[in-house]
């Protein structure tokens, strides 16, 4: 059974497989598909249109199955390996270990923004940038500029409170938990990471970074601690809504699964802690 | 909208004109898109356009307009019948339920209208070109 660590305690065995993994991929050309498709639901998901990876109350399903596909290639590379979960509000700086060069490299330099050390530094021949919106073929960083601060654990906490998983018109607008945790309405904890990390993890390419994986599992780990915080509050809507994918609905692309078959994570994967 | 300055007008104005009748812009369309262009406006069922723009900034043109086609580019509509270009090349924008925009190369920090979209998109290219959309 995969179980998916806090990236704060890996062993340096953990982070060697995991970066070694991830390298294969891109070398085989399987992770620039991932790329691809995120970037094709980011510009296709509106507010007024048909949504389904962001914007929307499958933003959670979605991201948790996406995850979840990217996990079983890396496992196809290297059964031991597991994504691990960034908790950016406990390692808030530059400084973490995540950011070592034994892992994912550090900040960009501040001329151009690349990214200098580490295993995905562009000099290293071994991350080119395939898909991307821009001429720039090397991966970038700015931590802490674009916004200064990572949220708080009092500020996660605020939006864990939330017992509504979602609320009418479903989308950026919206009030309740899923919109508050994507970021879109209030004190905003998964748009806020996105940005402070910035570089392409702030574009519609942002799986272009590594980081992207570990931004994710915790966002995925939020909502289960949120199930458990709250066990009476269930995926919403529930049916018969109009360009948002209801709780047995397929979602895009894979079409054979829906919210409902992917609340329980537990079927695929548990986390190291609570 | 503190910020619909003498300015700014100007500036819509030299746009339209530049634009030599390639979009119409009526006096209801910038009423609209003043009051559309901050957060707390409007909501979703407003499709009033924001004001055309075109200025040089950081030495890169950036350009924005009523889309051609009525808004149905790439089949989406993604900005809701406006495009963006910086040098001429289309910016993939959205607009968001609150009225606010992002664009591809931002998406995850909404802004209060196009141009500063587009303003945003220069201060992140760093001088770099823009891949036409879809990318790939």
């Known amino acids: ?274 | 909208m503190p910020e619909l300055s003498r300015r700014r007008a100007l500036t819509a104005a030299a746009a339209l004109a530049a634009a030599a009748g390639a979009t119409t812009v009526t006096a209801a369309g910038s009423a609209s898109a003043v009051t559309t262009a901050g957060p707390a406006a409007a909501g979703a069922h407003d499709h009033g356009l924001p004001e055309p723009f075109d200025e040089v900034y950081k030495g890169r043109r950036i350009q924005g307009r009523a889309a051609a086609g009525g808004g149905h580019h790439h089949g989406g509509g993604h900005g809701d019948g406006y495009a963006v270009f910086v040098d001429g090349v289309e910016l993939h924008v959205m607009r968001n339920a609150d009225g606010t925009w992002i664009s591809v190369v931002s998406h995850y920090a909404p802004v209060a209208d196009p141009r500063a979209a587009a303003r945003a998109a220069v201060d992140e290219l760093q001088g770099a070109r823009l891949v036409p959309f879809p990318a790939n």
């Open chain 1, 1 to 274: 059974m995969t179980v998916r660590k806090n990236q704060a305690s890996l062993t340096a065995d953990e982070k060697r497989r995991f970066v070694a993994a991830v390298l294969e991929l891109k070398r085989s050309g399987r992770y620039d598909a991932f790329v691809t498709t995120h970037n094709a639901f980011i510009v296709g998901d509106t507010d007024n249109g048909e949504r389904t990876g962001h914007r929307s109350p499958s933003f959670l399903p979605w991201h948790r199955r996406f995850l979840l596909e990217f996990e079983r290639a890396l496992q196809s590379v290297d059964p031991s390996v597991a994504l691990p979960y960034w908790n950016w509000s406990a390692d808030r700086s530059a400084r973490a270990s995540l950011w070592a060069p034994d892992f994912l490299g550090g900040t960009g330099r501040s001329l151009d923004g690349r990214v200098m050390d580490g295993p995905f530094a562009a000099a290293t021949g071994n991350w080119p940038l395939n898909v991307r919106v821009d001429g720039r073929t090397y991966l970038r960083r700015s931590l802490g500029t674009g916004v200064r601060e990572l949220p708080t654990p009092a500020e996660v906490d605020s939006v864990l409170a939330m017992a509504t998983y979602d609320m009418a018109p479903w989308n950026s607008g919206s009030d309740g938990f899923r919109n508050h945790l994507e970021g879109w309405r209030g004190v905003n904890l998964h748009n806020r990471v996105h940005v402070w990390v910035g570089g392409q993890m702030a574009t519609g390419v942002s799986p272009n970074d590594p980081v992207f994986w570990l931004h994710h599992a915790y966002i995925d780990k939020l909502w289960a601690q949120w199930q458990r915080r709250h066990p009476a509050s269930g995926y919403l809507p529930t049916g018969g809504t109009p360009d948002v994918v209801d709780r047995d609905e397929r979602m895009k692309p894979w079409n054979d699964t829906s919210p409902a078959d992917l609340l329980d994570h537990t079927a695929h994967y548990t986390f190291d802690t609570d």
